[in-house]
T-cell receptor, first 114, second 113 residues
Framework: AQTVTQSQPEMSVQEAETVTLSCTYD???????LFWYKQPPSRQMILVIR??????QNATENRFSVNFQKAAKSFSLKISDSQLGDAAMYFC???????????FGGGTRLMVKP | NAGVTQTPKFQVLKTGQSMTLQCAQD?????MSWYRQDPGMGLRLIHY???????DQGEVPNGYNVSRSTTEDFPLRLLSAAPSQTSVYFC????????????FGPGTRLTVL
């Protein structure tokens, strides 16, 4: 079974600064995908960024980037130039094709201070 | 495109009542799924479908039924509601089982008294 662990229940960052959210996972699969989802108070799940395990290059989407360490089974999210609108729950998730399902971590609540 | 829609947005049930949560998508996606989100937790998969007429169980299927008679619709049925089923329910869809970008609906908050 696949497991995803987010060890930081809450994080806080000053506006315009950088914050890193941690995620580790456990799997015996070699071909899989990793995701970060954002859930604002509206509770809509919004895909922030995704990483294919076979790609060595870390994914980047504007102010969001990941540090993917496959051997360590680590997948952290870095948010640069944090904005008030970044305040939300962030979920790390794992997917492999044969499993047909997303496995989510418990989430990290990010607060952004003005 | 409306994307993934869910109805109702909120629902209160009494223990033992049954109801159906509706989910529809207009993106011609083959893969659809239902998740529940309990307070302070991530989403957990209840059931999924890889196409019309095909459904399978996820991580927490007990107490729920699904069917997939059309590509667009994937209703979730609670047969006899229990307080443990109080949760927020999300429907999601993706192009097919190997397309890993899933689109989520806005969720249904269900309370069982």
């Amino acid at each position: 079974a696949q497991t995803v662990t987010q060890s930081q229940p809450e994080m806080s960052v000053q506006e315009a600064e950088t914050v890193t959210l941690s995620c580790t996972y456990d799997t015996s699969e070699s071909d899989y995908y990793l995701f970060w989802y954002k859930q604002p108070p509206s509770r809509q799940m919004i895909l922030v960024i995704r990483q294919e395990a076979y790609k060595q290059q870390n994914a980047t989407e504007n102010r969001f980037s990941v540090n993917f360490q496959k051997a360590a089974k680590s997948f952290s999210l870095k948010i640069s130039d944090s904005q008030l609108g970044d305040a939300a729950m962030y979920f790390c998730a794992f997917f492999y094709n044969a499993g047909n399902m997303l496995t989510f971590g418990g989430g990290t609540r990010l607060m952004v201070k003005p | 495109n409306a994307g993934v829609t869910q109805t109702p947005k909120f629902q209160v049930l009494k223990t033992g009542q049954s109801m159906t949560l509706q989910c529809a998508q207009d993106m011609n996606h083959e893969y659809m799924s239902w998740y529940r989100q309990d307070p302070g937790m991530g989403l957990r998969l209840i059931h999924y479908s890889v196409g019309a007429g095909i459904t399978d169980q996820g991580e927490v299927p007990n107490g729920y039924n699904v069917s997939r008679s059309t590509t667009e619709d994937f209703p979730l049925r609670l047969l006899s509601a229990a307080p443990s089923q109080t949760s927020v329910y999300f429907c999601a869809s993706s192009r097919d089982g190997t397309d890993n970008e899933q689109f989520f609906g806005p969720g249904t908050r269900l309370t069982v008294l």
